[in-house]
């Protein structure tokens, strides 16, 4: 499986299909249905500080090619993920992603200082949840907001840092740049578009926090264009992410710029989605003979 093979960041990555954060959880629910070491990475479900019980409910609201989510980032925070969760996880041979959201700087630097001590492979630093009112999108709404979280986080540990961009910015690129600048090794994009539903009949919003985040099919198009202005902007490698459902959504972002892709929303209507996606793609390589570093930022521009 060599021309799967992918180097992200430094690390080693098997294939170049991976899980989004928030969408897998922990991994336990999906053992049953695969085996987790065929993936080339797993994103956990975000962490905090502290234990979150998330949103109130209703916290899921379907939509057209989609899905609102307003968890809220409900986890047990990094702590109980350390001493409970990343000990199981160890047991599949993919890379570990822990996905961390902070209040402030300083919680970002704390945890990605305890989740570097603790040998995970790679630290997502979340500045993008559109579903919670602390922290997070806040920080990155602004180019000297994610330099704030990702030069403190830099300065606390040398583990591999990548920086979740939020969609909900006047200019992608300017995020990325900052992120760069500050010191990540590495961006994922791109988050849920903020949305909302109204109940026509009661006239109050689906969602019991109002917004949420879109995801799913609907907003791949966004992602691909934002990817690809990204991959234009910077140096750093892309783990792209937005509505990716099969081995064609996959192939879009890796023309588009991207080195790894994350499959999210589709594990919920399919959990096999991620392995349908990987088999896809060593199908079109082998039909075309060409490894995934043959298709990365292949795309020729009109």
């Given at each position: 499986?060599?021309?799967?093979?992918v180097r992200f960041a430094g690390i080693p990555f098997k294939n170049p299909v991976t899980v989004a954060s928030g969408t897998f959880a922990f991994g336990r629910e999906y053992v049953d249905f695969f085996d987790l070491s065929r993936l080339g990475g797993i994103a956990v479900k975000g962490l905090t500080y502290t234990e979150r019980?998330?949103?109130r409910p209703p916290r899921i609201a379907e939509t057209p090619m989609g899905m609102l989510n307003s968890i809220g980032l409900q986890n047990p925070g990094y702590r109980a993920f350390i001493e409970t969760e990343l000990p199981w996880l160890r047991r599949f041979d993919t890379v570990l992603i822990a996905n961390i959201t902070g209040a402030t700087p300083r919680e970002y630097a704390e945890m990605a200082e305890a989740l570097g001590g603790a040998g995970l492979d790679l630290i997502?630093?979340?500045?993008?949840?559109?579903?919670?009112?602390?922290?997070?999108?806040?920080?990155?709404?602004?180019?000297g907001g994610i330099t704030e979280v990702v030069t403190a986080c830099r300065r606390?540990?040398?583990a591999k840092l990548m920086v979740k961009l939020s969609p909900n910015v006047t200019d992608i690129a300017e995020m990325a740049k900052a992120a760069e600048a500050a010191g990540a090794d590495a961006l994922s994009l791109i988050n849920t578009l903020l949305g909302m539903r109204i109940d026509i009949a009661t006239r109050?919003?689906?969602?019991?926090?109002?917004?949420?985040g879109l995801s799913g099919p609907a907003v791949r198009p966004v992602a691909v264009r934002m990817v690809y202005q990204?991959?234009?902007?910077?140096?750093l490698p892309i783990l792209g992410m937005g509505g990716i459902a099969t081995a064609d959504d996959a192939l879009e972002f890796l023309l588009a710029g991207a080195t790894a892709v994350a499959v999210g929303t589709a594990t919920i209507v399919d959990p096999l989605?991620?392995?349908r996606v990987l088999e896809g793609l060593e199908r079109h390589l082998h039909s075309?003979?060409?490894?995934?570093?043959?298709i990365i930022g292949a795309v020729q521009m009109n």
């Open positions: 499986m060599s021309e799967l093979s019980q998330g949103n997502e630093i979340n500045v993008s949840c559109p579903n919670v009112k602390e922290g997070g999108a806040l920080f990155g709404a602004s180019a606390a540990t040398d109050r919003p689906i969602l019991g926090n109002n917004l949420g990204v991959a234009q902007a910077v140096r989605a991620p392995i075309t003979g060409e490894s995934v570093g043959d």
